[in-house]
């Protein structure tokens, strides 16, 4: 059995940070690919960033490009989303998920290829 856990959501002024953690506990035998998603009120839910299997290589939503930041720390079983300069229309639930399957490609963040995900950690963003 998997875990994820997320934490470190909050509200917060436009132009202010906040860091998600998300902590993968369980049976893990290799390196998963790693994402981070949300769910704004009303909309459907999107890919914001992901980590692929061995951290080289990271994606980054064009609506997060340049303010987000998506890393790992291996020993941890942890992966952080650094959010900076954050808007109101960043408000929503964000969830971490898990690619223990192997299925994700690098620079791709289709919902479908986690099989494992958090309860989520909602940020909400005051204009």
């Known amino acids: 059995q998997v875990h994820l856990v997320e934490s470190g959501g909050g509200s917060v002024q436009t132009g202010e940070s906040l860091r998600l953690s998300c902590v993968v506990s369980?049976?893990?035998?290799?390196?998963?690919?790693m994402g981070w998603f949300r769910r704004p009120p009303g909309k459907e839910p999107e890919g914001v960033a992901g980590?692929?299997?061995?951290?080289?290589?990271?994606y980054y939503a064009d609506s997060v490009s340049g303010r987000f930041n998506i890393s790992q720390d291996n020993a941890e079983n942890t992966v952080y989303l650094q959010m900076n300069s954050l808007r109101p229309d960043d408000t929503a639930m964000y969830y971490c998920?898990?690619?223990?399957?192997?299925?994700?490609?690098?620079?791709?963040?289709?919902?479908?290829?986690?099989?494992?995900w958090g309860q989520g950690t909602q940020v909400t963003v005051a204009s």
């Open positions: 998920a898990a690619d223990l399957a192997n299925l994700v490609k690098p620079g791709t963040l289709y919902p479908y290829d986690f099989g494992y």
């Open positions: 369980g049976s893990i035998y290799n390196r998963p690919s």
């Open positions: 980590i692929y299997r061995y951290g080289i290589t990271t």
